[in-house]
């Protein structure tokens, strides 16, 4: 069976349905690598008890990682891995005139013991948070481990071939 058949492994929460255009590019990357997710909106600020029961819960519902998705004073990751042993990756969202610093700080200023690894404020955060994910599940894993291998060859393929178009262009 494919992996997108199996229950999920990584869950990707954030604090507003107004933040899936920015988190859905961690679902992209999840889904280019076959591993399967879940979304949801999951609020610590306004639904508390609800953020705690789903960390509490994740790792005996199958998931492996937790990807957490917020703007503002983002306590969503910090919440979530206060509540959890599973690895939390934090994507700071731009949604305050601060322009996701307050969010990048909130996330990344964990106090010792309890860890979030901050990604990029907005996609390209959310896109790493995937592909990061499908690293951490790689070190099990050996044929998602090829695939991030070729991953990563066809992003210096990328760039290889961009610098032989601006060569080419400049002559």
Known sequence: MSRERKKPLVGIVMGSDSDFPIMEEAAKALK?????????????HRAPAQAIEYSRTAQARGLKVIIAGAGGAAHLAGIIAAETTLPVIGVPIESSPLHGLDALLSTAQMPGGVPVATMAV?????????IY??????????????????????????????????AEKLK
Do not use: M, W
Not at 122 to 130: C, F, T
């Open 32 to 44: 280019y690598f076959g591993i399967p997710h879940e979304v949801r909106v999951i609020s610590c």
């Open 122 to 130: 907005g996609k390209a955060g959310a896109k790493n948070a995937g």
């Open 133 to 166: 994910s499908a690293e951490i599940l790689s070190i099990y894993d050996g044929k998602l481990n090829k695939q991030l291998n070729t991953f990563k060859k066809s992003l210096a393929q990328e760039v290889a071939a961009k610098d032989r178009a601006l």
